[in-house]
T-cell receptor, first 112, second 111 residues
């Protein structure tokens, strides 16, 4: 079945460490997105990529970095510069924008 | 991007229709209205979208007012599994498909 796989589902890291969240899709979608969700709140856009080797900052990109070396993969690195990284992170993709996003099941990151 | 306003919470009796409103008074002519829902700790699920005509699919109906400043998502026969957070977003397709999800409406379906 086609879909988006995010791994791991739960991630614990010490403060000050960089951590990379995986997002892989086999839907052949060109566009991919990373969103952050805090408890009881909506989704905020971190980064997005419309094609391979190209990506753009979203509304809250500070403290995050991404790469898009392959169409299928859009990993997100949460750096030590992100002041409050504990959150639920969601990856999404779309084929042609019109048919909406397909979301992964999310990664819950806890920094201790 | 146009902003949306939704009530924070709503209740609905099981088997009855759930009508979820959304205001998007600053919507422009080429922006679509999309609805998603998110069950706790999962990724949001696409429900339906529309531009100016009413739309229906196997999950729900979308009613958009003639001036396009508001819309209503209708779940015709709500079940307990429809309990979720429902997000209404406005999307300009030529804006790289990016959008911001507000806080949504928490729908609780009660037996």
């Amino acid at each position: 079945d086609g879909g988006i796989t995010q791994s791991p589902k739960y991630l614990f890291r010490k403060e000050g460490q960089n951590v990379t969240l995986s997002c892989e899709q086999n839907l052949n979608h060109d566009a991919m997105y990373w969103y952050r969700q805090d408890p009881g709140q909506g989704l905020r856009l971190i980064y997005y990529s419309q094609i391979v080797n190209d990506f753009q900052k979203g509304d809250i990109a500070e403290g995050y970095s991404v790469s898009r070396e392959k169409k299928e993969s859009f990993p997100l690195t949460v750096t030590s510069a992100q002041k409050n990284p504990t959150a639920f992170y969601l990856c999404a993709s779309t084929e042609d924008y019109l048919n909406g996003y397909t979301f992964g099941s999310g990664t819950r990151l806890t920094v201790v | 991007d146009a902003k949306t306003t939704q009530p924070p919470s709503m209740d609905c009796a099981e088997g009855r229709a759930a009508n979820l409103p959304c205001n998007h008074s600053t919507i422009s002519g080429n922006e679509y209205v999309y609805w998603y829902r998110q069950i706790h700790s999962q990724g949001p699920q696409y429900i339906i979208h529309g531009l100016k005509n009413n739309e229906t699919n196997e999950m729900a109906s979308l009613i958009i007012t003639e001036d396009r400043k508001s819309s209503t998502l209708i779940l015709p026969h709500a079940t307990l599994r429809d309990t979720a957070v429902y997000y209404c977003i406005v999307l300009f397709l030529n804006n790289a498909g990016k959008s911001t999800f507000g806080d949504g409406t928490t729908l609780t379906v009660k037996p």
